[in-house]
């Protein structure tokens, strides 16, 4: 039986055109500098615009681009690598945590979400909405979803909506003993309520990054974070904090 050479499959052209199109970026372009229209980049690599959208698309997932509201498509500046390593076990909300509370609400999670926390269908839950900044822009937003029998005294709180509920429900999860955390992450597309959060368009790609917190060999409360693929750069090691990438 013979085999299919490598070598003999012609290279897609958008393939083609994104590589001819990155080294124009190296030498043609600065950092934040604005594209031209799709019509004029077209007529000058003298492809259909199909082909070079195929091609900008490749370029975005790669981090290359961006695509911003109202502005149209930037040369991306290089990414930031963000710790996402389960070295340092810990509940959210302790220590340096690099994210900020915005609200919390007590609402049904996703289906998937739900069977994970071992919860009914429509049983509610804390869902914490929090944002991560770095150099003043963000690059993830996160839902915590916590069952109501992770955090038995929040009921007892008088904490009103918000910000303070969301640091409440926090506290509260803090006074269980972690045993400790799982974590995959996965390529997805933005949801619109993360497009808004994160200024990306909806359907952008997007790093989800799911974790799992244990604790008394039950499932005390699951994260989605949302990173944007095009200024992110998971790192696995030892350290928290935010680098440039090289």
């Known amino acids: 039986m013979g085999t299919t050479q490598l070598a003999s499959v012609p290279e897609p052209k958008y393939q083609h055109l994104k590589t001819v199109i990155g080294e124009a970026l190296d030498s043609d372009f600065a950092v934040g500098e604005i594209l031209p229209n799709e019509r004029d980049l077209a007529a000058r690599f003298g492809v259909a615009r199909a082909t070079l959208r195929q091609a900008l698309e490749q370029l975005e997932l790669e981090g290359r681009l961006q695509r911003r509201r109202g502005v149209g498509t930037t040369v991306a500046p290089p990414r930031v690598g963000v710790d996402v390593s389960t070295a340092q076990h ?45 150099q003043g822009q963000p690059v993830a937003a996160e839902l915590l979803y916590v069952p109501a029998g992770s955090v038995p005294g929040l009921s007892a709180i008088d904490a009103p909506a918000g910000t303070a509920r969301a640091r409440a429900v926090l506290r509260e999860l803090q006074h269980l003993a972690l045993d400790g955390q799982d974590r995959s992450v996965e390529l997805g597309s933005a949801r619109a309520d993360d ?52």
């Open 90 to 134: 810990s509940w959210p909300g302790v220590g340096d945590d690099a994210w900020q509370s915005l609200d919390s609400a007590a609402d049904v999670a996703p289906a998937a979400v739900a069977r994970v926390l071992e919860s009914g269908a429509e049983e509610r839950v804390h869902i914490v909405r929090r944002i991560r900044v770095s």
């Open 195 to 246: 497009a808004k959060e994160l200024d990306r368009l909806p359907g952008a790609p997007v790093l989800v990054v799911t974790t799992r917190y244990l604790s008394g060999g039950r499932t005390a409360a699951v994260s989605v974070a949302t990173y944007r693929a095009d200024t992110c750069r998971l790192t696995f090691g030892d350290s928290g904090d935010l680098v440039m990438a090289s």
